[in-house]
């Protein structure tokens, strides 16, 4: 007799009882707002392609291009003979783009929040977390052994009340646009507060880079921080950028520790050279048009105005992701499965994504929404929550 799996199967069961079961939908169509799911044509309020780059004409050539020069694979880790003429040229760009000495790519958010934190923590020193913080800061401050400390959501007091003068080093970390609540962190606060108590600040702006501030430099941008006010910035490629990746950025002395010491930095393959090239057309499109930016924060406002008049129980966010607070899972699942029924791909949120009770219909905008668009997926909300 093997080993049996029967302990795995009363999990399963107890997630489908617990209407917590997650399952795949099979897409057909390129990434954006018109989006084949299943077989079906769906309008797409799921994605984070916040400005309609993942399958832009000018993005998709310069990713072929790159191709033809370097091929597909990388072939090894950046330390080895991965790192190539393209890699070097986004990082350079991306640190003049967001004010700050030096950039180094990882590939995924995922593994730059990992990295990055077991990298500059240990044992005996001390992680601050905002309470809702993303998953990967969150197994990032785990992973370092560091001493971990979750403060109440957007809650400096409660921070500084865990703070202790004789914590070794520390940092305080929270995401910049809260991943499934869509407002802000009060970074200008944070940054005060981490400076006084000589903490180090990080900040992960996955859902704010190339869509807050004037130019798109996300939530630093948005605040006016420097590099000495938010010393850590976490960005992400997947979302805004259209593209796949992230990146740390920061001052010279961190970037050269992270090469040194960023265990999912080292021991990785480098991102495709085809992507860096895609992304550096990325980047000169979040710059150059500014429409996108516009756009979507018309149609937000658009939607929001709409979400009001209508008592849709919308939240306080100031950024492309628009929750819709239901409560419990079985009901977000429902009106998930009714929204696909009327041909709205809208994700259903649930624990352990948010706290148990706080299951939300999780909204998000992209600039190649239309007002129309916004218009019919108001009505089918109205229709499937009465
Ligand atoms: C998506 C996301 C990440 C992870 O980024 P990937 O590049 O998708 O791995 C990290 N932090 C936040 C807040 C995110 O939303």
């Known amino acids: ?62 990713f072929k291009k790159a191709s033809r020069r370097y091929g597909v694979g990388t072939g090894s880790a950046h330390l ?26 990882f590939s995924t958010g995922y593994m730059a929040n990992m990295g990055v934190i077991a990298a500059l923590l240990t044992r005996g020193d001390s992680i601050f977390q905002d309470r809702l913080n993303h998953a990967s800061l969150l197994d990032g401050g785990l992973l370092s052994g560091a001493k971990f400390k979750r403060y109440f959501h957007n809650d400096l007091e409660d921070l500084e009340s865990k703070i202790k003068p004789h914590d070794r080093r520390t940092l305080i970390v929270t995401d910049g646009v809260f991943s499934m609540d869509g407002d802000l962190a009060l970074l200008p606060e944070l940054s005060v507060m981490a400076k ?46 259209g593209t796949f990746g992230a990146f740390i950025a920061g001052s010279h002395v961190l970037i050269e520790t992270l090469i040194q010491k960023a265990r999912s930095y080292m021991f990785t393959t480098a991102l495709p050279a085809a992507i860096a090239e895609a992304t550096r057309t990325s980047l000169e499109l979040v710059m150059v048009e500014n429409w996108r930016r516009d756009k979507l924060f018309r ?38 499965n009714d929204l696909l029924e009327k041909g709205f791909l809208v994700s259903a949120i649930r624990p352990p994504t948010v706290p148990r009770g706080e299951s ?21 909300l109205v229709a499937v929550t009465t």
């Not at 989006?35 to 799921?46: A, H, L, Q």
């Not at 600040?201 to 869509?211: C, E, I």
């Not at 239309?370 to 218009?375: C, K, L, T």
Request: some cysteine.
């Open 360 to 380: 939300r219909l999780r909204i998000t905008f992209s600039a190649d929404h239309e007002q129309h668009q916004v218009d019919q997926l108001l009505d089918a």
């Open 1 to 62: 007799m093997g080993v049996g799996f029967s302990d795995l199967e009363d999990e399963l069961a107890a997630l489908k009882k617990q209407n917590i079961y997650r399952s795949r939908r099979v897409v057909s169509s390129p990434q954006g707002v018109n989006i084949r799911v299943d077989g079906k044509p769906m309008i797409n309020f799921s994605s984070n392609d916040y400005l309609g780059l993942a399958n832009h004409p000018k993005v998709i050539e310069a």
């Open 196 to 241: 006084k108590h000589n903490a180090w600040l990080m900040v992960d702006d996955a859902h704010g880079f190339g869509v807050l501030g004037e130019t798109g430099g996300g939530i630093v941008e948005h605040y006016g921080l420097t590099q000495d006010d938010v010393p850590v910035l976490m960005g992400t490629l997947g979302k805004s950028f």
């Open 299 to 336: 149609l937000l406002a658009h939607f929001r105005s709409g979400a009001e008049q209508l008592g849709l129980p919308i939240m306080a966010s100031a950024s492309a992701i628009q929750p819709l607070m239901v409560g419990d899972s079985h009901t977000v699942v429902k009106w998930s």
């Open 80 to 105: 080895i003979c991965g790192h190539t003429a393209s890699h070097h040229a986004l990082e350079e760009e991306l640190a003049a783009f967001t004010g700050r000495e030096r950039v180094l790519l």
